[in-house]
């Protein structure tokens, strides 16, 4: 007899208002925690046990940091909130009509649902593009990616053909936003300064990073002078970065440019772009690209008490009529927002409208090298703004502990230029890459 | 065309005699450390690229510390060595005639041959116990461990039954020596401190930890008064110690033990034994209990420039008349003692034979609670015992990186029983059962 059997949410009755959320990412975690316990039940619903800082994702990938510096256990954030309850689960179904949610433990009735469910990488429905590329949107897909390196370092090792090891070695990052800039820079200075003393037997000047755009500039969006210094920076770092052009097919050996040009690459990272997870049985005229149209209250259009929040949100304004930029700040903004509002929502009272405020953006591309736009749009690079980055970063984190671990590795990694995390421990192995597959059998370092 | 056709060991030719190390474990690693590289081409095979400081694995397993904070990237630690190789891969065969080493990537010739690729988790041929249990000889079975109570502690929050919460919570460890004995000491400081603060609506009262030694003592062979004590010490803390009986038999549900009783558990924990990992195409005059006889010299008997050291080598001695404890200390000594050897050996300079020298045993129960047996068997326990434990943990860990961390670590728990690495990052998924997969494929939480 399974143990398994009897299983059911758990969650108490109450004579509370219940709100919902689902997603433990930044709009979910504000939300939660600017709820008054006194006034509502709240219940919190991811398919993780932990939130995770998407913004370092490219730092455990890149080995510079260890997975749980950027990540922390939901439930040990809120282990103080009373009436606050978490469940482990995915979503499956919402009922509007009759306020439910349908889960894979069960259904629950709620008065109020914080839909911040955020996105997934959007691969534009290329199979096979999805199949052999490495997306960056949670910790295990950096953990993989990172694995993937490491086990390419090995096999650059095992050849002797110059040709070879630069197939190998290759890289090509698609999508140059923020993700896709961090991850050349934090590549770029492994190849310099980590890489070399670890495989004496491999050649690095064999390792090319490719840093694929389709537009014109670097960290599209942010100001001219902070593309083009990003543009600088990583050029002089050694990323080859390609402009103007997409990556059209990767077979998971080559990748073929809109341009004509062809990389050979087993390593493709894909940060080109993501799309929201609309859950099933919302309602179609509520959803515009795969967003819930919110108004200026957060609150879904046409809805009777649902809010969305962060990237699954397009809340239009005069200076964003594409919705706000999928980033944090918008989410914890929103998050905050909805979380005071639910009580004078509750009470009638009247509401003041959202207004995203604009901290301004940062992107880091290498050690003491960063750039920043100030709300005012004006922008600055260099120490000051790497500086200002990681402070920014730091602060944001979310536990304490968090930001200990962040910092000393930072500071750990400054003074010594070693990152430390590169242990293959749960080994990548690519399901079309027969050789590759055998031989990680064959070594059986899977364990 | 595959990226990965035309490997080789690609270890370059040498006038130099050339020493093969098979494992990267405590005894690999001093025997590395201590070769001259002005007289040997060093070559180091092993399966991970990463070295596991096995004695602390329970307290990743039971999310005390972060994985990388107790294993080091074999290339990281010897990359200031000269004439040094590392290649990650898996031996499949010694020719011992013709002096070669097969592997996944080709052969190679050695002069000598030191097999330091020590032992793994013992069924005794039991395969369901092999299919269910959780071992705990390495990194991932650590990992895997520490993501099957995390998920069960979520499972337990979702039934209401407090018998079936029980037989969710429950858990079975198999064998009493120091891994099994500081396993339950680190669950039963969990269940008390940690757990019931994450998880309000889970019970812990239900939460049973069960011990079970085939032998009249926990801790056999360390001094009577630090078995007793162990045994006090945990009786006191709440795990339910059975002696004198043996898990005959485990379902993945239920454990039925030689005395009769059975305990319905998901979670059996199997440290109950090891077997030496004898590598293909050795002399069967060679082998015995699956150890490698090594004489006093830790050459193995009737070899020619074969070596063996710690948990493979089985060295006779008066004192230890079934070979040396299989402990950290004699694989370090026997490595070291190698190590430093081969230049005499090479020389045909007169050896001295390796002596053993006990440093005593230690193990820890809890916080501040240890037992330490010194070299003249005399033995005491508390917080005495507890810090020499810290000290000396903290002493042989390989880098000064990993030193840091775990201090941090420690101090950080010591203060505030929040150990904080509850993360469930690569869910475990049983394979027998079929509703926690279910549930596990229902909610994706394993992107």
Excluded at 120 to 136: A, T
């Amino acid at each position: 007899m399974p143990l398994f059997s009897g299983i059911s949410l758990n969650i108490p009755d109450t004579d509370k208002p219940r709100v919902v959320i689902i997603g433990g990412g930044f709009g979910g975690l504000y939300a939660a925690h600017n709820l008054d316990s006194s006034k509502f039940q709240i219940v919190l619903f991811d398919k993780r046990n932990y939130h995770t800082f998407q913004p370092l994702l490219y730092q455990v990938a890149t080995a510079g940091l260890q997975a749980d510096a950027i990540a922390g256990p939901l439930r040990t954030t809120f282990k103080k909130k009373k009436n606050f309850f978490f469940r482990l689960l995915r979503v499956q179904k919402i009922d509007p009509d009759e306020k439910l949610v349908f889960t894979s433990s069960g259904s629950l009735h709620y008065d109020y649902l914080i839909i911040a469910n955020g996105c997934r990488s959007n691969f534009y429905g290329d199979e096979m593009m999805e199949k052999f590329s490495f997306p960056m949107k949670s910790i295990p897909d950096a953990l993989n990616l990172r694995s993937q390196l490491m086990q390419t370092f090995e096999m650059a090792g095992l050849v002797k053909d110059p040709a070879k090891q630069r197939d190998l070695l290759s890289i090509v990052i698609v999508g140059g936003g923020p993700t896709g800039v961090e991850t050349a820079g934090a590549l770029s200075e492994l190849r310099k300064h980590v890489l070399p003393k670890d495989y004496p037997d491999v050649d690095f000047s064999n390792m090319h990073i490719h840093l694929v755009q389709s537009g014109n500039f670097l960290l599209a969006g942010m100001a001219e002078k902070s593309c083009k210094r990003a543009y600088a920076d990583l050029t002089k770092m050694g990323v080859e970065v390609i402009l103007n052009s997409k990556v059209s097919s990767y077979d998971g050996y080559t990748a073929t440019l809109t341009n004509g040009q062809t990389i050979a690459t087993s390593t493709l990272i894909w940060s080109a772009g993501v799309k929201g997870d609309v859950i099933p049985g919302l309602k179609p005229e509520w959803i515009d690209h795969n967003k819930l149209v919110v108004d200026n209250h957060c609150k879904v259009v046409g809805s009777d008490g649902i809010f969305a929040l962060g990237d699954i949100a397009i809340l239009r304004t005069d200076k964003y009529p594409n919705g706000l930029p999928g980033v944090a700040q918008p989410a914890i903004q929103m998050g905050t927002y909805v979380g005071k509002n639910l009580c004078k929502i509750q009470n009638n009272e009247p509401l003041k409208d959202f207004k995203y405020f604009d901290k301004g953006s940062l992107a880091t591309i290498g050690k003491g090298k960063a750039v920043c736009d100030l709300p005012n749009k004006k922008a600055f690079g260099g120490l000051l703004a790497w500086m200002i980055w990681a402070f920014v970063h730091i602060t944001f984190l979310v536990s304490f502990k968090n930001r200990v671990k962040v910092f000393i590795n930072w500071v750990w990694n400054y003074l010594t230029y070693d990152t430390g995390n590169r242990l293959i421990i749960r080994p990548y192995i690519r399901t079309n890459d027969r050789v590759a597959e055998k031989i990680v059998k064959d070594n059986e370092y899977s364990s």
